[in-house]
């Protein structure tokens, strides 16, 4: 399983930020394609959480069926705290890869035992 931190990535890497000079929705819709070919070459289960204060009500990627699971935070809550509930809740924490720059974030899911990357080390496995 591969855990996204969205906005994470979307400021990270250049071709999202780009994207996102046309607006926020089009670079989250290019990240969620992003992660669609990676999860389809891959096979591997990936979600995509993003911080909800940020959602727009009619961009509902989360019904969008390219099988990336495209999680938006509650208003209070942020993506990195939906992250840390989505490991503690895995009976395999091991099998879990979190993709985000944040370093609180990486030391706690690596404290429950769950491995990460940084949004930079993350864009080259993407794009090999």
């Known amino acids: 399983m591969v ?19 046309k ?3 089009c670079a989250r819709e290019k990240l969620i ?9 891959n096979d591997k289960e990936v979600s995509v959480v993003f911080d909800g204060s940020k959602r727009f009500d009619y961009m509902c990627y989360d019904q969008i069926n390219t099988g990336v699971d495209v999680i938006f ?3 209070g809550k942020s ?15 091991s ?3 979190v ?6 974030v990486r030391m706690m899911i690596g404290g429950m035992g769950a491995r990460s990357v940084s ?10």
Not at 5 to 15: E, K, P, Q, R
Not at 33 to 41: A, E, G, H, L, V
Not at 79 to 92: F, N, S
Not at 119 to 128: D, H, R
Request: charged share 30%.
């Open 23 to 25: 607006g926020l929705e």
């Open 119 to 128: 949004a930079e080390e993350f864009e080259p496995m993407v794009k090999n």
């Open 99 to 104: 993709v985000t720059s944040d370093r609180l």
């Open 79 to 93: 993506a990195d705290t939906v992250i840390e509930r989505m490991i503690y809740k895995l009976p395999d924490k």
């Open 3 to 21: 855990i996204v931190d969205g906005y994470n990535v979307i400021y990270a890497w250049a071709c999202l930020r780009e994207a996102k000079n």
């Open 33 to 41: 394609q992003i992660m669609t070919r990676y999860q389809d070459f």
């Open 95 to 97: 099998k879990a890869l």
């Open 73 to 75: 935070s509650k208003n």
